[in-house]
């Protein structure tokens, strides 16, 4: 396509080059966020495959590790790829992070696990990961930049709005793979093996992408700045080096990216982690749930983009934040009733008394969900977060464990270092205690049956008087005798409980399993839901479909690549993706399920009165005339 097209201000139809130019980088992107997201929907079979074997210390490191590599290397990546972009070309550039994301995770499907490697597994893992969050720094700005820099000057925010429904689109595709081979395989061959397979046909995936773009030229703008020799030797230090380039990046992060990224994750992420560890949802119908918000959802993407092309693409972001702000408690409030109503209306009558010495209380912030809590107040306070009971701590004496009070009944909570080798049987009885207490207030809990073996029965109807079983009763009842080996596999004996015996007989007790909170199906307002969720999705295409173009109408051409992308990925990698631990340890600091959001919001608002002030309108700029 000729040079020229980059100022073209007439209204046009799009060409055959530019679809081509816009499809290639979509579909290319769309299979890098495909990749990306896979790690973070299988994190517990990857966990499983590669770091059970390890003691916990070891485990959490790993776990750490590889959180930090896929979300807090991005902006690293966006340097890296970025100084390349600006230097050799956009094209070029963009197909080798496509290639790197395709092959690393491609060999995550292929890499032997942690029993067969040992230590090796988890580190090449991680090397892995790293890799993938490496190329996606690069790739989300190459792809930005080249369609940009084809785009008709009147067109930019629509035909730019395309790469922006790719992390969107990558993320459905993930969760419709996963469903798909879920099913085909069954749940134990999945978590076996069948897990693997997604990673796997991102080969297939990586051929076609790598395919189409090979045909793709250079971009219009990159080929006039290099024929006039205007580019520049260092595209870093130029970017952030020189003020007047490294404040526009800093606007560009606190001004756009930082709440764009809160937003995103929050109706994206978030509403996911919400539904499924907050209300209790089941996994497999809030992934239906989200695919179905995000395919409603999705089209605006392209929508506010070619608005923007005609109203500036300014107004719809700042509108995007501020709706976020101002509907953020009632929309997710409304989730709970919707989602689960028997939650809802606990949550509204019941409300549990924390009573803890000073200081035995922390802020429990687990990115990778592997840290211990061992404080009496932490212990007590983690376990009313995680079963979404509201609370309120208040100082006790010092010296003293922390204590449960709900409606009548009070529960003393334990210090798990002081407890020593019985911290688990102390564990045990709290956990047990509350549930019990909590069921009785009206919480949602329900036990599922659970196998009991002849040697533990005595132990469990004494620590489940509850129950009002009989011990005669129950083993003169149905029953099942079942080889020793095979229930000290199943982990419902230890050799050293089995006495020397090589069968036994197990007993199924009905509500006898371990408590938990649920949804209850039935109850479910599956439109409402859904409802909720598609106008969340729809806050995210308001701040995020005209990003790219006001991202990379902000730089000029000879260091836009590294310009727009490093603000992009801090903004994305760091404010968001450390969002959902963030709002999670905030509402359990609070004992306010919905307190978290305080963070979105907070983040939001700054964005919005920073971008309101600083960031200039860019809708209709020549590329080539920004200086």
Same mark, same amino acid.
């Given at each position: ?12 139809? =799009? ?17 890098? !966020?495909?990749?990306?997201? *896979? ?29 930090? %590599? ?30 790197? =994301? ?12 942690? $029993?067969? !490697? ?16 490496? %190329? ?15 785009? @008709? ?8 709005? !395309? ?42 995936? *990586?051929?076609?992408?790598? !395919? ?97 092309? /005609?109203?500036?693409?300014? #107004? ?16 997710? /409030? ?17 409300? %549990? ?5 000073? &200081? ?6 687990? #990115? ?16 009313? $977060? ?10 006790? @004496? ?45 919480? #949602? ?7 009991? #073996? ?7 109807? %004494? ?49 006898? &399993? ?71 340890? =905030? ?8 307190? &978290? ?31």
């Amino acid at each position: 396509m000729a040079s020229t097209s980059v100022a073209e201000t007439t209204s046009r139809g =799009m060409t055959r080059e530019e679809k081509k130019v816009i499809f290639a980088s979509s579909l290319g992107t769309v299979f890098e !966020w495909y990749d990306f997201y *896979l790690y973070g929907s299988l994190a517990a079979f990857i966990g499983t495959a590669f770091f059970s074997d390890y003691p916990e210390a070891t485990r959490n490191i790993f776990a750490l590790l590889a959180f930090a %590599a896929g979300f807090l290397v991005r902006p690293f990546g966006a340097l890296v790829f970025g100084r390349i972009g600006d230097l050799v070309g956009r094209k070029y550039t963009f197909l080798v992070t496509i290639l790197i =994301m395709g092959l690393s995770t491609f060999l995550v499907g292929v890499l032997p696990g942690s $029993a067969s !490697w040992g230590f090796a597994a988890p580190v090449i893992l991680i090397i892995l990961r790293m890799l993938q969050g490496l %190329a996606l720094g690069g790739e989300y700005g190459g792809a930005a930049t080249y369609v940009a820099e084809h785009a @008709p000057d009147n067109k930019r925010g629509y035909y730019t709005s !395309w790469i922006q429904t790719t992390a969107t689109l990558g993320l459905f595709l993930s969760l419709i793979v996963i469903l798909i081979v879920q099913n085909a395989l069954g749940k134990e061959a999945f978590a076996a093996w069948g897990w693997r397979i997604p990673f796997l046909l991102s080969c297939l995936l *990586l051929a076609i992408s790598v !395919w189409i773009r090979l045909s793709l030229s250079e971009s219009p703008a990159f080929k006039k700045m290099k024929e006039e020799g205007k580019g520049s030797k260092a595209p870093l230090s130029e970017a952030f080096g020189q003020w007047k380039n490294a404040k526009i990046a800093l606007i560009a992060l606190l001004g756009l990216t930082a709440g764009q990224a809160v937003v995103w994750y929050a109706g994206q992420f978030y509403s996911l982690f919400f539904l499924q560890n907050v209300l209790k949802v089941d996994g497999q119908s809030v992934n239906i749930m989200i695919a179905i918000a995000l395919l409603i959802g999705s089209g605006f993407f392209v929508v506010f983009g070619w608005l923007s092309d /005609k109203i500036g693409r300014k #107004p719809i972001i700042m509108a995007g934040l501020a709706l976020a702000i101002l509907t953020y408690f009632p929309l997710f /409030k409304a989730l709970t009733h919707a989602a689960n109503p028997a939650l809802a209306q606990a949550e509204q009558t019941v409300r %549990a008394t924390v009573t803890a010495a000073p &200081g035995d209380c922390t802020f429990q912030f687990n #990115p990778v969900g592997t840290a211990k809590f061992n404080n009496s107040c932490d212990i007590a306070t983690s376990f009313l $977060a995680k079963s979404s009971v509201p609370y309120t701590i208040v100082d006790g @004496p010092a010296g003293q464990p922390a204590t449960v009070k709900v409606g009548d009944a009070t529960i003393t909570s334990y210090d798990a270092t002081a407890a020593g080798a019985g911290a688990a049987a102390k564990n045990a009885a709290f956990t047990h205690d509350m549930n019990l207490v909590l069921q009785k207030a009206g919480f #949602p809990l329900v036990r599922d049956p659970v196998k009991v #073996p002849d040697a533990k029965l005595d132990a469990f109807i %004494a620590a489940n008087p509850e129950l009002g079983l009989d011990a005669a009763t129950v083993r003169a009842g149905d029953k099942t005798v079942t080889p020793v080996a095979d229930l000290v596999k199943a982990k419902l004996l230890t050799a050293d409980q089995a006495s020397g015996a090589t069968d036994m007989p197990v007993y199924t007790i009905p509500k006898g &399993g371990a408590f938990k909170v649920v949804a209850d199906p039935a109850a479910i307002n599956w439109p409402l839901t859904i409802l909720i969720l598609t106008i969340l999705v729809i806050y995210v295409t308001m701040v995020y479909g005209p990003i790219a173009a006001i991202l990379v109408e902000m730089f000029p051409t000879r260091i836009r690549y590294t310009g727009m992308s490093l603000p992009y990925h801090i903004g994305n990698g760091w404010f968001g993706g450390l969002l959902p631990a963030t709002v999670f340890a =905030m509402s359990a600091a609070k004992g306010d399920i919905y307190y &978290g959001l305080w963070y979105p919001i907070a983040i939001a608002a700054m964005t919005l009165v920073i971008g309101l002030i600083f960031v200039r309108e860019t809708k209709g700029v020549d590329l080539n005339s920004i200086k």
